[in-house]
């Protein structure tokens, strides 16, 4: 605590009255509260669905901090506030997954009716709660070119409600201009989402720059070791009361055990950004530098299409990005990814380990012509030495020939 006087500050949840901290701080100070714990760093896993009221009187009058299992416990709140804190959101909900975090924001904020502005770069299965679930409620949805920046005002219809984003777009990384869209969508009273999953808060605050909504898939750099599915959302204070109220109408709650996992993985996130900054940047200019290589989707690479964007927006860049590869026959892509030793076949990011997947961006988008001019392949980039990363990939693409 240094620099910050005052004994109780140390018991606070927060740990902290004194001036703003920078993030890296918040990471491994919020949410805290051992002078609750009998002085245990990190808030206990706590189980239950029973909370005890010593009294009716007490019951009935609501005087206990928690009242239910699924109404809260010392788990969830620890991980909620020290959320709260690093989004300088009014509130966080947690959900049990990234998806679900999507899903349930959307249904707080949309009424039968509604109109929806979604990105068409958004996480693939994102789009299926517009088309299915959304449409079933009679909300419409119209999925947008990614680039579209100020000129989304000229896609609002008089019901258009809410315009969700996500940036850098998934998979094939398009940078959307947030501060255009939201001035643009603020002008006509319309709500704003983020899935904010690729950047965390600590390279981008969505609230910062006028996003009413910031949603995390926590399963990816929160978590950070690949063992939990977790989702979150931060509103701000306009929006929270709906987002906690369709939160706990709905009965969403998540095990204490996942939100420890999330919490313990939260401590050590800045600093695991920073490496998976670093090494992703090696491999990505290495791999720009390779004869079978076309382009490099990765936003902070001064050539990418969107990096003056990402510049003036994002204070860092994390481990995922995706390659173009020369045209090249599927058998010989999948030679090259088959034969990687490091790199694992799988889908989720954000943990520990390297990842590859190939995959094809024209098969579910509708609003945009995904015309790469090669086979994709996305990358995530992990804690592994990048010189053995950058082997594996040398020993790999020999195969591609
Ligand atoms: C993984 C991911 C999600 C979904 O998270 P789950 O926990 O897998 O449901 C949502 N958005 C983005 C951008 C993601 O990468």
Redesign the pocket.
């Known amino acids: 605590m240094a620099g910050h006087s005052g004994n109780d500050n140390k018991n606070k949840s927060g740990g902290h009255n004194g001036p703003p901290l920078a993030t890296a701080t918040e990471i491994v100070v919020a949410g805290r509260d051992p002078a609750r714990f009998d002085g245990f760093v990190n808030v206990p896993v706590v189980r239950g669905s029973t909370v005890l009221s010593p009294t009716v009187a007490d019951m009935e009058g609501h005087t206990g901090r928690y009242s239910y299992g699924r109404r809260g416990s010392p788990t969830l709140e620890g991980l909620e506030t020290a959320l709260t804190k690093l989004e300088g959101g009014a509130g966080v909900v947690l959900t049990p997954?990234?998806?679900?975090a999507?899903g349930l924001a959307l249904l707080a904020l949309l009424d039968a009716g509604d109109h929806l502005l979604m990105v068409d770069t958004v996480?693939q299965?994102?789009r299926r709660i517009c088309t299915a679930q959304l449409r079933r409620l009679g909300i419409a949805t119209t999925f947008y070119d990614p680039l579209v920046g100020a000129d989304i005002a000229g896609l609002f219809r008089e019901n258009t409600r809410a315009v969700f984003m996500?940036s850098p777009g998934?998979q094939s990384f398009e940078m959307q201009d947030v501060p255009a869209i939201v001035a643009a969508a603020r002008a006509r009273g319309v709500t704003t989402l983020m899935?904010n999953?690729?950047a965390t808060p600590y390279f981008f605050r969505p609230h910062d720059f006028g996003v009413d909504v910031s949603i995390q898939?926590g399963?990816?750099y929160l978590g950070g070791h690949s063992d939990l599915?977790?989702?979150t959302i931060s509103a701000n204070a306009a929006l929270w009361p709906r987002i906690k109220g369709a939160y706990s109408d709905l009965g969403i709650t998540v095990a204490p055990e996942d939100a420890f996992l999330a919490a313990r993985g939260l401590r050590t996130m800045a600093v695991r950004l920073e490496r998976h900054q670093e090494s992703a940047l090696k491999v990505a200019r290495w791999l720009a530098a390779r004869p079978e290589v076309l382009s490099v989707l990765h936003p902070a690479l001064p050539e990418h299409p969107g990096h003056a964007i990402w510049q003036r927006d994002f204070k860092g860049s994390s481990g995922l990005f995706s390659i173009i590869l020369k045209p090249a026959p599927k058998s010989a892509v999948d030679a090259f990814l088959d034969s990687l030793g490091l790199f694992g076949l799988g889908y989720?990011?954000g943990g520990f380990e390297s990842l590859a997947i190939p995959f094809d961006c024209s098969t579910y988008r509708t609003a945009t012509q995904w015309a790469a001019g090669g086979p994709a392949v996305r990358f995530h980039i992990g804690l592994e030495d990048p010189a053995d990363l950058i082997a594996d990939l040398e020993r790999g693409l020999a195969k591609l020939a």
Do not use: I, M, Q, R
Not at 97 to 100: F, I, K, N, R, T
């Open positions: 997954s990234g998806l679900s999507v996480y299965p994102s996500e998934s899935d999953t690729w898939a399963t990816k599915n977790l989702g989720s990011w």
